[in-house]
């Protein structure tokens, strides 16, 4: 679950690359062993994001090489909505550019690597009785190179966080989540 607290005892959690499964076939699926999921409660009030969302997350790989992806989405996911009434934002990452965006490095299997990178921006209201969704997954049909499925990626949770531009802040939100 996505919550305003970092939670230091979270673990691991690990997904399986595979490209032929669509972003939209990922966050619409019940569970899926291709991402890794987490939303927050449902929301009691609308939340207006506007600007860039940033990630920051730990992860390994089983192999030299892997694509990283993120979308940011409003669950329920509503199969046969726009794409825009779903997602509200994405972003990807090179993780053998964890160190530089000038240099590539392979990546070591097993080795942790520390990423942070801005999602699209945006500006949306998210309605009341939706939730916000964390989906982090590896190949993006749509925007990243296709490997052959199987790598398999390990995200460190209490190495991971999520910046959402919300508009009032952090009492906004909290106001939405029904926290007092």
Same mark, same amino acid.
Not at 76 to 86: K, Q, R, V
Not at 87 to 101: F, V
């Given at each position: 679950?996505?919550?305003?607290?970092?939670?230091?005892?979270?673990?691991?959690?690990?997904?399986?690359?595979?490209?032929? =499964?669509?972003?939209?076939?990922? *966050?619409?699926?019940? *569970?899926?062993?291709?991402?890794?999921?987490?939303?927050?409660?449902?929301?009691?009030?609308?939340?207006?994001?506007?600007?860039?969302?940033?990630?920051?997350?730990?992860?390994? *790989?089983?192999?030299?090489?892997?694509?990283?992806?993120?979308?940011?989405?409003?669950?329920?996911?509503?199969?046969?909505?726009?794409?825009?009434?779903?997602?509200?934002?994405?972003?990807?990452?090179?993780?053998?550019?964890?160190?530089?965006?000038?240099?590539?490095?392979?990546?070591?299997?097993?080795? =942790?690597?520390?990423?942070?990178?801005?999602?699209?921006?945006?500006?949306?209201?998210?309605?009341?009785?939706?939730?916000?969704?964390?989906?982090?997954?590896?190949?993006?049909?749509? =925007?990243?190179?296709?490997?052959?499925?199987?790598?398999?990626?390990?995200?460190?949770?209490?190495?991971?966080?999520?910046?959402?531009?919300?508009?009032?802040?952090?009492?906004?939100?909290?106001?939405?989540?029904?926290?007092?």
């Amino acid at each position: 679950m996505l919550s305003l607290e970092a939670d230091s005892d979270a673990g691991d959690q690990s997904l399986t690359d595979d490209a032929s =499964f669509s972003g939209a076939d990922l *966050a619409g699926a019940e *569970a899926s062993e291709h991402r890794l999921l987490f939303a927050t409660p449902e929301l009691a009030e609308e939340v207006h994001l506007s600007g860039l969302s940033r990630v920051s997350l730990r992860l390994a *790989a089983d192999r030299a090489a892997a694509n990283l992806s993120v979308w940011l989405v409003s669950l329920p996911w509503t199969e046969g909505a726009s794409i825009n009434g779903n997602l509200i934002t994405r972003g990807w990452a090179d993780p053998q550019n964890a160190a530089s965006l000038r240099e590539s490095a392979p990546l070591v299997p097993g080795e =942790f690597v520390e990423l942070a990178f801005d999602l699209q921006p945006d500006d949306q209201i998210i309605p009341a009785g939706q939730q916000i969704g964390l989906m982090i997954f590896s190949s993006d049909a749509d =925007f990243t190179l296709h490997p052959e499925p199987g790598t398999r990626l390990t995200v460190d949770l209490a190495g991971t966080a999520l910046d959402l531009p919300v508009v009032g802040g952090r009492a906004a939100l909290a106001r939405a989540l029904g926290i007092d």
